[in-house]
DNA sequence: TCCATTCAGGACCGAAATTGTACTATTTAG
DNA sequence: CTAAATAGTACAATTTCGGTCCTGAATGGA
């Protein structure tokens, strides 16, 4: 179905609840309450994202995570390549040599430039555009591709 | 990873290989060679790309698969969507209601809209041009996003 | 008519990934 | 020193994926 994992789409909206709180810190069992989601998987996406540098965290009484960036500067891209690692439709478009066909694959370069193509869309989208969350927006989110 | 399936990455291949061999009617055997798959994945590949409507199939002796429309008019979606389902990010990109958390979820309306650029990038793309695979091509593939 | 060829449609199994949870160690404020 | 809270690791259950095989139906030729 070409979907993220769920922990991803956990990721966003934890990320989502972490942006709207403001800078102080948050305990991860403040964004499960928040985000109506278990604490044990709360806090293992916060880790994760820890780990790639997408909040910051503080430990012992009152600690908790912020973002280590305004939420401007945080992109989808930034949150599933945090989670699933690095964005590729292909194996081999994200690791060249591991298919074995490479040499007589004519199709190669094309997925390389479709991944591409959804790594640009994923990175158009920022926290802030997910936390402005309108019902309906007039300029709406830059997510077009280049008609042709 | 955020990847499609190896069977849908087999189904590109053996469908450009399809559309290189022109309009003649090509049996799963000689597919499978060209492609340098097992016969099985093949035949399985074919007959999910034939109940989509995307292949049409001939029975018995000398009989085989060719492409149901010109390569101009089957897009790298069409593929996609016939080996796995609708392209939806999210489980509620596809399917409303699924989740119990849409109440309350702020997110939901962007993961849609990120879901159909996504489509967009894939509709972009038809057989042809997985056909053309230029080692390098000036114009390229219509694949860039609208910048912002 | 009979037979070899080739697709149609399931059924099946092993491997791998995903999900969700749990446990222990470490850090920090008071 | 103690309670709060994250870090790191491990694990079982579930689901999905990848690959194979088997039986049935259609087609063309001997």
């Keep these: 179905m070409l979907r993220v994992s769920k922990l991803t789409d956990y990721a966003t ?3 989502t609840c972490l942006a709207m709180t403001g800078a102080e810190v948050t305990s991860a069992q403040q964004l499960a309450d928040a985000a109506r989601l278990e604490l ?3 806090s293992k996406l916060l880790k994760q994202l820890a780990h790639a540098g997408l909040v910051t965290s503080r430990r012992g009484v009152n ?3 912020c973002l280590a960036r305004p939420a401007e ?3 989808v891209a930034d949150i599933v390549t945090a989670m ?3 964005i590729g439709m292909t194996e081999c ?4 040599g591991a298919c074995g066909h490479e040499p007589h694959c ?3 370069v094309n997925w390389q430039r479709i991944s591409q193509a959804i790594r640009s869309a994923l990175q158009g989208v920022s926290l802030a555009d997910m936390v402005a969350t309108p019902p309906r927006r007039p ?3 830059p997510l077009r591709v280049a008609s042709h």
């Design 84 to 86: 699933e690692g690095p």
């Design 73 to 75: 500067a945080i992109s």
């Design 13 to 15: 909206v934890v990320m």
């Design 63 to 65: 600690g908790g995570y």
């Design 93 to 96: 478009s994200a690791h060249a």
């Design 40 to 42: 044990p998987t709360v």
């Design 106 to 108: 004519g199709v190669r």
């Design 139 to 141: 300029a709406g989110i």
